[in-house]
Nanobody, 126 residues
C-alpha cells in the first residue's frame, strides 16, 4: 500500500521559511514523480500544482508563483521529498499535499497523481 506522509507545516511570518517533507512508502521510490500541491481556503479553490520532481532523472518543475522562492529535492536513501520554502507570503497560505505519479508530465498535472498524503497546513501571517 502506497503511503505518503507530509510534515513540517505550521505558522510563519511573511518573509520566513519552512521545509515540508513527504515520506513515501509502499512504492519503488526511484520510479515515481513526487509532486507538491496546495489548496487555499475557500470551497471553490482548486488544488494548485506547486512543484514536482522526477525520481527517475531529477527533472523538476515549479509554478511561476513560487519560482526563485521554493526548491524541491529528493533524498533517495530516505524515500523522502522535501519542499524548501523561503520568503513566504500570505498568499502561500494553504493546505499542502504531496502526491505520487508513475509518469512524468511536463506540467505535472494533478490527474497524473494517483496517491496522495493527508495534507498539512501552512499559514503565513502578514
Amino acid at each position: 500500500e502506497v503511503q505518503l506522509v507530509e510534515s513540517g507545516g505550521g505558522l510563519v511570518q511573511a518573509g520566513g521559511s519552512l521545509r515540508l517533507s513527504c515520506a513515501a512508502s509502499g512504492l519503488i521510490f526511484d520510479d515515481y514523480t513526487i509532486g507538491w500541491f496546495r489548496q487555499a481556503p475557500g470551497l471553490e479553490r482548486e488544488r494548485e500544482g506547486v512543484s514536482c520532481i522526477s525520481n527517475v532523472d531529477g527533472r523538476t518543475r515549479y509554478a511561476d508563483s513560487v519560482k526563485g522562492r521554493f526548491a524541491v529535492s529528493s533524498d533517495h536513501a530516505k524515500n523522502t521529498v522535501y519542499l524548501e520554502m523561503k520568503n513566504l507570503k500570505p498568499d502561500d497560505t494553504a493546505v499542502y499535499y504531496c502526491g505520487a505519479a508513475e509518469v512524468w508530465g511536463s506540467r505535472c498535472p494533478s490527474a497524473y497523481f494517483g496517491w496522495w498524503g493527508q495534507g498539512i497546513q501552512v499559514t503565513v501571517s502578514s
